[in-house]
């Protein structure tokens, strides 16, 4: 657990800075262009997800990292649509399924259990599908001077 938490407190950074994006720019589309806020949160979590998806490959997981960052990100996308649908199923069991309809219960379900079951699945899922490169650097040739 210690050689992960370097990783964790990246993956939490890179996560909350593209938590901020995706905030600043709904708000932006939201409230300062007028789109609606459907259309406003499609953009948000787009730019958010190219954020979030170049902190984790060149800081986070910089060293696992693949050659072929066009797959990376579609599988990166996924990973965060799936993510993303697992937040909604605790918000939709709990809002429809248990009756629990508060503003307060509703923000419990989605934004505390929905994202922090999302963020964990997110994490092992791009560990185990998205980032599955090895770009350590390469071991000193024989005759190299360190």
Known sequence: M????????KFGSVGLVA?????GVFNLFRVIVGTSPIIAKVISVAVATIV?????RYWTFSTR?????GKELLEFASINVIGLLIGIACLW??????????????????????LGLGTLFRYFGYQKWVFTGNRQSP??????VM
């Open 2 to 9: 210690r050689q992960r938490l370097p990783e964790l407190a």
């Open 19 to 23: 938590y901020v994006v995706d905030l």
């Open 65 to 69: 990292r693949t050659d072929t960052s």
């Open 52 to 56: 979030a998806w170049l902190g984790n």
């Open 139 to 144: 071991a000193p040739l024989e005759n190299e």
């Open 93 to 114: 069991i709990s809002h429809y399924l248990l009756g629990f309809t508060s503003v307060l219960a509703d923000n419990i379900s989605g934004n505390i259990i929905g």
